[in-house]
């Protein structure tokens, strides 16, 4: 409503200044032509038409604006499409890996074995020796080796200082088939059975998901 009211106003306006009649040739216009009234109505008609062009031209000036004022939007830098896109994109991938973390198994209960005990998760049904093994003491993974087991001579500090590299640990490790060595910064231990963790109390490794 308040788009039409400025309008007319405009449109009054226009009228006032270009389509009032002139006053010095109020008189010829207005005169009627051959005893009929056709000067007055030619002279309304003439406002009408006038009237009516303006409002054409207005619209049509609306129109080219509003054509360009779509064109900027969409010529804008920071409007892209593809952008969204890929964001969206982006965002359902993260959503799927988190959820396929989410879904890791950890062993319950969680054994250690020999070299003869096989890998994987561990079950009451499915005995397997738990190769995800971490400390919550040292915070470190826990290694093992497969038929060899440590030295009498191992200590703290040996472990300590040399963990995680073999090539250092391997000079306290000992071949014995049969036998799995396992390993942390703090702890270490040689299994030659299946062996439910929970039976050593000194032991702080647990299962950190498969």
């Given at each position: 409503?308040?788009?039409?009211?400025?309008?007319?106003?405009?449109?009054?306006?226009?009228?006032?200044?270009?389509?009032?009649?002139?006053?010095?040739?109020?008189?010829?216009?207005?005169?009627?032509?051959?005893?009929?009234?056709?000067?007055?109505?030619?002279?309304?008609?003439?406002?009408?038409?006038?009237?009516?062009?303006?409002?054409?031209?207005?619209?049509?000036?609306?129109e080219d604006d509003l054509d360009s004022?779509?064109?900027?939007?969409?010529?804008?830098?920071?409007?892209?499409?593809?952008?969204?896109?890929?964001?969206?994109?982006?965002?359902?991938?993260?959503?799927?890996?988190?959820?396929?973390?989410?879904?890791?198994?950890?062993?319950?209960?969680?054994?250690?074995?020999?070299?003869?005990?096989?890998?994987?998760?561990?079950?009451?049904?499915?005995?397997?020796?738990?190769?995800?093994?971490?400390?919550?003491?040292?915070?470190?993974?826990?290694v093992s080796y497969d038929d060899h087991?440590?030295?009498?001579?191992?200590?703290?500090?040996?472990?300590?200082?040399?963990?995680?590299?073999?090539?250092?640990?391997?000079?306290?490790?000992?071949?014995?088939?049969?036998?799995?060595?396992?390993?942390?910064?703090?702890?270490?231990?040689?299994?030659?059975?299946?062996?439910?963790?929970q039976t050593d109390h000194q032991l702080?490794?647990?299962?950190?998901?498969?």
């Amino acid at each position: 409503m308040k788009m039409a009211e400025d309008l007319d106003e405009l449109l009054d306006e226009v009228e006032s200044k270009f389509c009032s009649p002139d006053p010095l040739r109020l008189d010829m216009v207005e005169r009627p032509r051959g005893g009929g009234g056709g000067g007055v109505l030619s002279n309304d008609r003439n406002r009408a038409e006038a009237k009516e062009n303006l409002r054409s031209t207005e619209a049509f000036k609306k129109e080219d604006d509003l054509d360009s004022l779509i064109n900027e939007i969409f010529e804008e830098p920071n409007f892209d499409k593809k952008h969204f896109k890929l964001k969206s994109k982006s965002s359902g991938n993260t959503s799927v890996r988190a959820s396929i973390r989410g879904l890791g198994k950890s062993c319950s209960p969680v054994y250690l074995g020999g070299s003869a005990v096989p890998c994987g998760i561990g079950t009451n049904t499915s005995q397997r020796a738990c190769d995800r093994l971490r400390c919550v003491a040292c915070d470190f993974w826990v290694v093992s080796y497969d038929d060899h087991r440590w030295d009498r001579s191992c200590d703290y500090l040996f472990f300590r200082n040399n963990m995680p590299e073999f090539h250092k640990l391997k000079t306290k490790l000992v071949k014995k088939k049969g036998t799995r060595a396992y390993a942390c910064q703090c702890s270490w231990r040689t299994i030659e059975d299946l062996t439910d963790l929970q039976t050593d109390h000194q032991l702080r490794w647990v299962c950190g998901k498969h």
